[in-house]
């Protein structure tokens, strides 16, 4: 399997079978995932067989899709890029969504042990199109391009 | 590459624009989606991005950045730097007030790294929605959606 295919794989079963997913990973706390920012391993960190049942189970809610776009191969690692949707949720981040479908784009490091198994999933999505879809005032100048004025954000 | 190059990566924010993009290729890729930054190519440009991380000014509103590594993940040739970001004495952080609201962030950086060692691919992620909450944006919950209370054995 190439590895785009198999990044094809793990972000399909993440969406549509929790049990071939957990197939993808090392044994109960062989493995780490944190998709957040971790205040407190207790709650932020995903290790366990019933961590990883209980706090996956939102992405197979059937409100949000997965498209992988990009994938860079290491030695025992990948890094993936994809696309972001969400579809029908009544709202993101407590903010209403109003029948938006909001979309953006993600990134998931992945690390591997010699069988093959995932170690570490490392997964940051960009949630600054998704809240300024949702009507935050977030901007996002091109500060770095030469002949930017400060003066322009008013 | 290693933790002490993420270390010295980080550093170089603190210390100069110059410094940063010695650490880079003259062919190189950067890429922060969170600031709208795709396919940045040109060492001008990339100095001009990292100029703000090398503010030492606490009065100016631009803030002073520190920055913790959380660990290294990879070889020599690519790799995952994860890291922690606390921004002092910053004012406007994406058209959001934040002064007097401290608040820090965890984001993760992937690089590609050619035979010199030098940086050719940098992909670099963090937490912005998380900020929104822990500055006080109404209505911003801690996550995007609901999760349960972990439980102790």
């Given amino acids: ?154 | 590459m290693n933790y002490a190059f993420a270390v010295k990566w980080l550093k170089a924010f603190r210390e100069s624009a110059d410094a940063i993009c010695e650490l880079y290729a003259d062919d190189f890729v950067f890429e922060d989606p969170i600031l709208d930054q795709y396919q940045i190519r040109d060492k001008g440009d990339l100095g001009r991005i990292f100029v703000l991380y090398a503010n030492k000014d606490r009065e100016n509103g631009l803030g002073v950045h520190n920055f913790r590594i959380r660990g290294y993940e990879g070889d020599h040739r690519s790799g995952l730097i994860r890291w922690e970001w606390t921004p002092e004495d910053c004012a406007n952080f994406i058209g959001i007030d934040v002064k007097d609201k401290p608040f820090f962030a965890q984001g993760h950086t992937f690089h590609v790294y050619n035979e010199e060692g030098k940086i050719v691919r940098e992909s670099s992620w963090w937490d912005s929605g998380s900020i929104m909450h822990d500055v006080g944006v109404p209505g911003v919950a801690p996550t995007p959606f609901p999760v349960a209370e972990p439980a102790l054995a």
Avoid: C
Wanted: proline share 3%; net charge negative; no cysteine.
């Fill in chain 1, 1 to 154: 399997m190439t590895d785009i295919a198999y990044a094809q794989k793990w972000a399909h079963t993440r969406i549509n079978d929790q049990a071939a997913h957990r197939d993808l990973y090392a044994g109960s706390e062989e493995f780490v995932i944190e998709t957040r920012k971790v205040n407190d391993h207790l709650g932020d960190t995903i290790s366990t067989d019933d961590e990883f049942r209980q706090d996956l189970a939102v992405w197979a809610d059937g409100r949000q899709s997965m498209t992988v776009t990009e994938v860079f191969s290491g030695n025992g690692h990948v890094m993936i890029h994809w696309d972001y949707e969400v579809a029908g949720a009544d709202a993101y981040r407590g903010l209403p969504t109003d029948g938006k479908t909001l979309t953006t784009k993600a990134s998931t490091f992945l690390a591997f042990n010699d069988a093959g198994k995932i170690i570490l999933e490392s997964t940051v999505v960009n949630e600054n199109p998704l809240l300024q879809q949702l009507g935050l005032p977030i901007i996002t100048p091109h500060y770095w391009e030469e002949g930017f004025d400060p003066a322009s954000l008013g």
